[in-house]
């Protein structure tokens, strides 16, 4: 079996470059909780916007939710900013199946209806279930099923990659 080496940091400071060519002047970052937030966090910093990031939660709106439940959710939807009218850039860590981007995105229109929305991501790694596309990817992998690609992060805010094996 073939070992996937990615390199968190070098694809985040793809992301940076790409999200800075997504986001209008006014345009505001939201993160899909918890690798998505992450991002959103720390591209807010790095692209010296005003206020902080969103966070959104998938936990109310998934499709699972009757089998899962708020178990293991750990994050609830922040946003500081006004949704209506505005342009925002929705950050995830790894694109797959396209499920938690539709409850996300479910989960923003709660909030209000913004003008647009992008989608950036770390990793594109195929596999959609919905007919869900990123604006930008950083890079795109293959990985079998039984494999799950996650974004860590230390405490020291650096960013790494997790494989692992699906139960």
């Given at each position: 079996m073939t070992q996937?080496?990615?390199?968190?940091?070098?694809?985040?400071?793809?992301?940076?470059?790409?999200?800075?060519?997504?986001l209008p002047p006014d345009g505001r970052l939201a993160g899909v909780a918890s690798g998505g937030a992450w991002l959103a966090q720390r591209l807010q910093q790095d692209l010296g916007l005003?206020?902080?990031?969103?966070?959104?939660?998938?936990?109310?709106?998934?499709?699972d939710f009757a089998q899962r439940g708020l178990a293991g959710t750990g994050s609830q939807?922040?946003?500081?900013?006004?949704?209506?009218?505005?342009?925002?850039?929705?950050l995830d860590d790894v694109l797959y199946t396209g499920r938690t981007i539709r409850a996300v995105?479910?989960?923003?229109?709660d909030y209000g209806r913004p003008a647009g929305v992008k989608l950036a991501v770390l990793v594109d790694r195929g596999g959609r279930e919905l007919p869900v596309q990123a604006d930008f990817a950083a890079a795109r992998v293959a990985l079998p099923e039984s494999?799950?690609?996650?974004?860590?992060?230390?405490d020291a805010g650096v960013f790494s990659f997790r494989v692992e094996g699906r139960a």
């Open positions: 996937l080496a990615l390199d968190a940091e070098a694809l985040y400071r793809e992301l940076l470059r790409g999200v800075r060519g997504l005003p206020g902080s990031a969103g966070t959104l939660s998938s936990a109310m709106h998934r499709d939807t922040q946003l500081g900013f006004d949704v209506n009218g505005a342009h925002i850039v929705l995105l479910n989960e923003l229109f494999q799950s690609l996650a974004l860590a992060r230390s």
